[in-house]
Structures are given as structure tokens and as C-alpha cells.
């Protein structure tokens, strides 16, 4: 008997509206929810999903660690003895240390909520996600100048005319409905500019691409304002008189920034940056400059996120059709409330309230602590600063290959007393860890409801198409039980998945039932946008977007610090790190389609460059920084800037329990130095210098 | 094809290899194997300008096919309603004759169970009404499935509109 579930996703964080066929309880197809005409098919990842549900190389069980940390040694354990080890562990722990010397790190989900209902509930202040590390400083760009992070705007693809793209790659990331609104775009005549210092699928697509000089995207966008505003008609002058605050700094801080002076620091070339200024212009406001994500990450990073931003504002593209927009939620759409959170019920107050990472606190005062700032967590451990670590939750988020500088991070969990980690795989931080409390896979379980804010905002859902296939549990019962053990089971008032969407729908009038049909339900049928002379709602103190900063100034942060110009040696290069349509960051290498799609990473290097090297093609090349070296095998190709070398992200695993990924490629993570973006938060992960050469066989 | 056509819009495909990975999930293909297969050219940089373009190359159900003819034990058929080509497993032999005859080698080698496998389009799910796993995936449209003739008018339609929409504006209608 087939059936078919709508569901959500969850290979990578979009979580993509799917159709799932399922037939005497095995999932025998996937496609893209029919209900969301956008969603013409799934991705790759998606697609190979359903060669992890039998998986063997999976955790198939709760483990408790037996042997040395890593050794793979491991005895199986029922939930009850797992559960019950590690909230013990962490008593003993917590009684000497306290409970703030816990750390919970996650990749931002549908269980989120109850995550950080758990850290409150135990008493720590230590929570931070995988999006500080992907996206910290975007988020901080966004509430300096909008009031909003930018988990609450977003691009409106399928109206847009034109597209800036900085290292952005839309057609190797794929979101399912952001793609497919582009590709429409660009069928009816949008353009499509893609600068990166290398050719990605997203170039190939482009109408222009530019090679610019790795770490030098600020230069051509401060060049770009300069042409916008210097020939006064270029940019929309209502829209910025009614709208921005501080315009005037602008103008004359941008006096020197000439397209001149830009093909200097960028190699691209004055006329085309001014033959862009007025394309974008004569396009506007049904413009996108996209703020994010990944790619062109550096110490500038947060002026570099603003100067985008900047970009949109004097083309009024911020809240236009076909540009950016704020997304909408249930009270924007007519609703009493939106879904109820676990995490706004009371909470003891905590001990100590100060962060491991200094997040919203002296460190970094102005970046978003509802994330935290990851990168500093090995810093934090290694130093006892501001106190003792000693217990590290890891729920489906891998700090060992996530984060820069690999050998740091492993002397990091090396130190901690206890590592609970919960996943689906064995991955770098789950193979170090005392106990795997593994996860049930996104095919096989509902999780809480998810509010999809946006232009027509809709509530969710994932739905359980199949049974679990091993003894695991979803991360919204693992939480609670591992509560219940440590004496805080009373902030999860539930015991199924119906009573926990029962209990967010309670203000919101929706019936559970109404999700059965489409797998979600939309609040509106027609787009929200803002009233552009006067409806828009700006979070700003001032109401406007914030040109001068107010949270940066207050901070001692300058909103316009001169450009720092950026300094290359010239036997070195940059490492520039990416992704590819086949994985997800560091989690996905071992599945055995996508393992067999793209089983390793290699090194791009420009042709010139390489044969001054003596490296030829597939040659193995050792690539060192002040972080680490190894070895890779070469790209050579003229698809990069003489000045980069790149290679794709997440690969080099050590864990001898995934073998199909097991010391396939390198790790980024071995190479990368843990520099950083000191304002925004954001890991430069971009800004490695390194020395490469011919390896000796 | 039988009477079907895969159409690949080389414009919109971004060579994400879903199509690939749906056909072994569906088909239980073995890693290594591939029925269908998405072949890219590119990107390369022309005039400093990145380009690429796609094609999808399926099994191509030959009117006579080269299969069939070589296969010594006629576990190789051809589906009288619709041409759609394909290898009946317990008969199959495990000889490797249609991989050799094939001149594009289509027709593939199952070493899980010693015998030849080969796209059947998912004749499957065409009786089921549905589109062959690799079309039904593509994340952007770029495969596109039918009868030749639908094909056709589709395509034509589409240039014909986009043509006159265009003149309309200019003529400021």
C-alpha cells in the first residue's frame, strides 16, 4: 500500500517542503512538495537520503565509550543506562564546576527551541550554533543597520532584474525554491553578476563574472557607492532621504574609493565597476545585492556585509518587489500569536550569566548571543576563559572539522571531562565523544513545527514517514529525558510530538489536522510588503537603516574605519574554502551516494601559478599554514585568481567508523588559522595565507 | 526512445547529479553503476566568461536495438505499447553480449547479482502515470519528459509567446 507524506527536509538546514512516497513502510521515492510550485524537484542531497535509512555505517544505538578518546571502542547501551550516565557525569561535574561549565552546540533546527529550553532548565549560559560560524557577522551587519538579523530578511528571487552575487553560490547550494525563482528571473531577462575569485557553477550561469582578488569584495562595493552616489542620479534619492540615516558620512567617507583605485586593489577593471553602477541602477529597485553566505569571509567582514546592505538601501531595494524584503510572521498576516515557545516559560536565574564566548558581553559586544560566537570555544576551553569548561553537548553540529584551526579544537575537546554527542553518523566530534545518544533520521521522525516567516508566511511541518530503523530517538525526547535525569524534567511539559504541536498551536487558532492536506498552512495568500513612503518598520533606534551605526558607535566601533588594503606575499596564496552541490558543510561525506558523487576535495590553483611550482594536474601537493599542513591532490586550471587557492569544505575525515569518508581529501579545518571578523564574529575563514608546493613521494 | 523523450534544457540544468542519484535510489543500482547519466561540459571560461552545457543520456530504447539483437537467450524485450526497452532479470544470463553490442555501452553490469541492468525510463512509474525517477527529481526542470509531439508543441508554444510578448511591448500595446 503506497502513501505519501509531506514532510520537511532536513540533508541541509533549508529544510526544502518535500513529498515522500512510502510503500509497507520503506521510503521508495522523494519529490518536491507539489503543493509549492517552486519546488520543480529536490537536490542531490535530497534525492540521497534514502540511501542513509539503511545504512549500516550509521549509529545504530546509544554508545558509551570504552577505550581511549577516538579509538572507536565502544559498548552498546540502552537508552535508559545512557541517559542515566551522562545526566550522572554531569552531576558530578556540575558540582564542581558548576552547570555554566556546559557548552551546547547545534545546527539551528526545528528542535531548537527545546535546545535552549534545556540550557535554561540546567542552568548554563554556554549555547551557540553552527550559524555563528557560517553566518555571525552577516547577522551582525543586518541588526546594525536594520534592526534585523538576517534570518529575518530575505531576497525576493523571482521578481528580481538584477543579482550581485559575492562568492554566493546559488547554484551549488541549493535552495530549491530561491534557484528556481532566479532561473525564472533570469528567463525573463534578469542579469545575473557573480563575483568570486573562483569559478563555481554559480559563474557559469552568470551574465558577467568577475575574477576579483581574493579579499578585496569591500573595495569593489565601496568603489560601486562611489559611482552611485558621486553622479547624483544613480541612486534613489527619495527612498534615501526618507530612509537612511547617515548618508552624509557616506559621502564624504567615500570621496577616495574611485573605481580607479578600485581595479587597482580588485584587478577589476574601472569601466566595467561603473558599467555595473548604472546597470544596477537603471534596474532598480528590483535589485539584489545578496548578503550572504559563505564565501568572502575576512577580519573586515562586517563592513564588507554592510557595505551590501549600503548597496540595497541607495538603490531602495530594501522591502521592494524584486529586491530584498523583511519577512512577515502570523501577527503581519492577521494571527493573535505565532507558535508558543518552550523557551519563554521562567526559568530559575542562573548563577553565573557571563558566556563562554563573551558573546552580547565585553568580547563581543555586539554580536548576536542567541547564537554565540563558536569560534571562540576552543580558545575558551584551552585558556579556562573566563572559567572552566568541562562538559560539551555536540547535537548534530561537528566543531572539530567546523570550525578553523583542527588541531586547536581537538587539544579543546581533548580537555573536556565529558562530550555528549548526538548524530546520525560517526563524525569527528561524535567519534571523540563519551556518549552518542544518536539521533533518529529526519525520514523517520516529526519534529516541532516550524514558522516559515517570509513575503506569505506559513507554518510547517515534519512529518515521520517511516518507522526508526535502529534504536534511536528524536532530539526533542532525548532533551527531555536527559532533563528529567538531572531534576529539570518540568520545562518539557510533554511526552509525543502531538503534544508538542498542540502546545504551539494553542494561541494561534490552527488545528493539527490542517496540516494533513499540504503539509503546512499558509497565513495569507497574498505578498506583505511595506508601505515604501511610510510603513517601514525599521528596528533601528532611529527607525531608519542605520548608514551610521548606533549599536556599532556605542560600542566604539566605527561605522566607516578606512580600507584596509589588502597585503599578499608573493610565493603565497589565499585559501579560499567552498561548497558543492553534493554536501552538506562536514556532515554528509560518508553517505554512500553522495560519497560516491564527490568522494574527495581537491586543490584549485591557477595554471600560471602551478607551473612556476612545477605542479601539474592530480599531482599531490602539501599545503601548509601556521595552523597545520597535508597533502591534496592539485587542480591546476585558469578558473582561479593567480593570487587563491580553494577547495571544497568538509572533507579529510579521521573516523575510522565512517569508512566510506575515512582520510578521503583534506580537511579545511587542518589549514585554516582561527582569524577572525573581531566585531562581527564571524571566523575569516577565507583569510588563511598558505605555501604549497610539490609533496615529496 | 520508445515513444518517449528526455529533453535536457541545458540552460536551466546546474549539474547537480540529482537525476543520477534518484535512478540508483529507485532502480537499487549498485555504487560505481550509473543507468542514467547527466554529462557536463564545463565550466570553462570563454573570453573570460565561464560557460557549461548538459546533456542527459538515458538508454535510447532503439527502434532496433543492438541489445536485443546480440542478446542469446531473448531476455531483452520491447514493450509493444510503447518501445520502452528492457532486460527481463530471470532470464538474463549474465553473458554481457547487449553491454558489448550497445554502441554507447548502455546497458550495465550488476555485479551485486551477475547480470546486465539497464534504464527501463521507469516504465514502472509510467504505467503508474508518473515520470521516470530522473525527470521527476530535477531540481530546476531542466529534464523534461514526454511524447516527442507534446514536446514539440511545448517548446514552440513557449518561443511563439515569449516572441509576441515581446513585439507587444515594443509596439507599446
Not at chain 1, 520537511?8 to 510550485?37: H, K, Q, W, Y
Not at chain 1, 539584489?288 to 568572502?296: D, K, L, Q
Not at chain 2, 531542466?142 to 511591448?169: I, K
Request: with cysteine.
Amino acid at each position: 500500500m503506497k502513501k505519501t507524506v509531506y514532510t520537511l527536509c532536513f540533508m541541509c538546514s533549508v529544510r526544502c517542503p518535500i513529498a515522500v512516497t512510502v510503500e509497507d513502510d520503506e521510503v521508495i521515492a522523494i519529490g518536491g512538495n507539489p503543493f509549492v510550485p517552486a519546488m520543480k524537484g529536490i537536490c542531490p542531497k535530497c534525492a540521497a537520503a534514502i540511501g542513509w535509512t539503511h545504512d549500516p555505517q550509521r549509529v545504530q544505538s546509544p554508545l558509551i565509550r570504552t577505550g581511549p578518546r577516538g579509538s572507536g571502542q565502544w559498548k552498546h547501551a540502552t537508552w535508559d543506562e545512557a541517559l542515566g550516565y551522562t545526566a550522572s557525569r554531569c552531576k558530578d561535574i556540575f558540582a564542581r564546576y558548576g552547570s555554566k561549565s556546559a557548552v551546547f552546540c547545534e545546527r539551528v533546527n526545528l528542535t531548537t527551541d527545546i535546545s535552549k529550553t534545556f540550557m535554561n532548565a540546567i542552568g548554563s549560559p554556554n549555547y551557540f550554533s553552527h550559524d555563528t560560524v557560517c553566518k555571525g557577522s552577516i547577522n551582525t551587519a543586518c541588526r546594525s543597520m536594520l534592526g534585523y538579523t538576517d534570518g529575518q530578511i530575505n531576497a525576493d528571487w523571482a521578481n528580481t532584474r538584477h543579482v550581485v552575487l559575492y562568492g554566493r553560490n546559488v547554484f551549488e547550494s541549493i535552495e530549491v525554491k530561491a534557484m528556481n525563482g532566479l532561473l525564472d528571473a533570469m528567463s525573463k531577462g534578469a542579469k545575473l553578476t557573480c563575483i568570486d575569485p573562483r569559478v563555481s557553477i554559480t559563474a557559469a550561469k552568470s551574465s558577467r563574472y568577475f575574477m576579483i582578488r581574493p579579499g578585496t569584495d569591500l573595495a569593489v562595493n565601496y568603489a560601486l557607492i562611489h559611482v552611485l552616489i558621486k553622479e547624483h542620479l544613480h541612486y534613489d534619492v527619495a527612498y534615501v532621504n526618507r530612509w537612511v540615516e547617515g548618508f552624509d558620512r557616506l559621502y564624504s567617507f567615500i570621496n577616495p574609493y574611485t573605481p580607479e583605485w578600485a581595479e587597482a586593489e580588485t584587478g577589476i577593471p574601472a569601466h566595467d565597476i561603473i558599467q555595473l553602477a548604472k546597470e544596477v541602477s537603471e534596474a532598480k529597485p528590483a535589485v539584489i545585492f545578496h548578503y550572504g553566505y559563505r564565501g568572502s569571509n575576512h577580519p573586515n567582514e562586517i563592513h564588507f556585509r554592510r557595505s551590501i546592505l549600503m548597496l540595497n538601501a541607495l538603490l531602495g531595494s530594501i522591502e521592494s518587489k524584486g529586491g530584498l524584503f523583511i519577512k512577515k510572521g502570523p501577527k503581519d498576516a492577521g494571527l493573535k500569536a505565532g507558535l508558543k515557545k518552550f523557551s519563554d516559560q521562567s526559568f530559575p536565574k542562573m548563577e553565573d550569566t557571563r558566556r563562554f564566548d563573551g558573546c552580547g558581553q565585553e568580547k563581543f559586544p555586539i554580536a548576536d548571543p542567541a547564537h554565540g560566537v563558536g569560534a571562540m570555544f576552543p580558545h575558551a576551553v584551552l585558556n579556562e576563559d573566563p572559567y572552566p569548561l568541562k562538559v560539551l553537548f555536540a547535537f548534530r553540529y561537528d566543531p572539530l572539522y567546523s570550525l578553523a584551526d583542527w588541531n586547536q579544537t581537538r587539544k579543546a575537546l581533548e580537555k573536556l571531562e565529558l562530550i555528549v554527542s548526538c548524530d546520525i553518523n560517526f563524525g569527528g566530534t561524535t567519534s571523540l565523544a563519551d556518549v552518542i545518544l544518536p539521533e533518529t533520521f529526519f525520514l523517520e521522525r516529526s519534529d516541532p513545527l516550524q514558522m516559515g516567516a517570509g513575503l506569505k508566511p506559513a507554518i510547517n511541518r515534519r512529518n515521520a514517514c517511516c518507522k526508526p530503523r535502529f534504536d534511536t530517538r528524536p532530539m526533542w525526547l532525548i532533551l527531555k529525558q536527559l532533563a528529567e535525569r538531572m531534576g529539570a524534567g518540568q520545562y518539557f511539559p510533554y511526552e509525543t510530538i502531538e503534544d508538542i504541536w498542540n502546545y504551539q498551536l494553542s494561541d494561534t487558532g490552527i488545528a493539527i489536522s490542517d496540516f494533513d492536506k499540504k503539509g503546512f498552512v499558509t497565513l495569507t495568500d497574498k505578498a506583505i510588503l511595506w508601505d515604501r513612503d511610510n510603513g517601514l518598520d525599521f528596528k533601528t533606534p532611529s527607525g531608519k537603516i542605520e548608514f551610521v551605526s548606533s549599536l556599532m558607535e556605542k560600542h566604539g566601533f566605527s561605522s566607516f574605519p578606512e580600507y584596509p588594503k589588502t597585503e599578499m606575499p608573493q610565493d603565497r596564496f589565499r585559501l579560499i574554502v567552498g561548497r558543492c552541490a553534493a554536501h552538506t558543510n562536514v556532515m554528509t561525506q560518508n553517505n554512500p551516494y553522495l560519497n560516491e558523487l564527490v568522494p574527495e576535495n581537491v586543490l584549485w590553483i591557477n595554471d600560471v601559478r602551478a607551473k612556476s611550482l612545477g605542479i601539474e594536474n592530480n599531482d599531490r601537493v602539501e599545503i601548509e599554514s601556521g595552523a597545520g599542513k597535508g597533502q591534496i591532490k592539485a587542480f591546476v586550471t585558469n578558473m582561479i585568481h593567480p593570487e587563491a587557492v580553494f577547495m571544497l569544505h568538509g572533507f579529510g575525515h579521521q573516523e575510522s567508523g565512517a569508512r566510506r569518508s575515512y582520510q578521503k581529501g583534506l580537511a579545511d579545518a587542518m589549514i585554516q588559522e582561527a582569524i577572525m571578523d573581531p566585531i562581527g564574529g564571524s571566523p575569516a575563514f577565507d583569510h588563511t595565507v598558505v605555501q604549497v608546493r610539490k609533496a615529496e613521494v | 526512445m520508445g515513444d518517449y523523450l528526455i529533453y535536457t534544457d541545458s540552460q536551466k540544468c546546474v549539474a547537480c547529479h540529482a537525476c543520477e542519484i534518484a535512478c540508483k535510489t529507485k532502480n537499487r543500482v549498485p555504487i560505481g553503476t550509473t543507468l542514467g547519466k547527466i554529462v557536463i561540459m564545463g565550466p570553462k571560461l570563454v573570453n573570460g566568461q565561464p560557460r557549461m552545457a548538459s546533456l542527459f543520456v538515458p538508454c535510447f530504447h532503439c527502434e532496433d536495438a543492438w541489445c536485443i539483437n546480440a542478446c542469446p537467450v531473448d531476455a531483452i524485450r520491447k514493450r509493444s505499447k510503447d518501445g520502452l526497452v528492457h532486460i527481463l532479470p530471470d532470464l538474463c544470463v549474465g553473458c554481457k553480449s547487449c553491454v558489448l553490442a550497445c554502441p554507447w555501452h548502455i546497458p550495465q553490469w550488476n555485479a551485486a547479482v551477475g547480470k546486465a541492468m539497464k534504464c527501463d525510463l521507469c516504465m514502472d512509474r509510467i504505467d503508474e502515470g508518473l515520470e521516470p525517477a530522473c525527470v521527476s527529481v530535477c531540481p530546476t526542470g531542466a529534464l523534461q519528459f514526454g511524447e516527442p509531439a507534446t514536446l514539440s508543441h511545448q517548446s514552440r508554444e513557449t518561443y511563439a509567446l515569449n516572441l509576441l510578448g515581446r513585439s507587444q511591448s515594443r509596439y507599446g500595446h
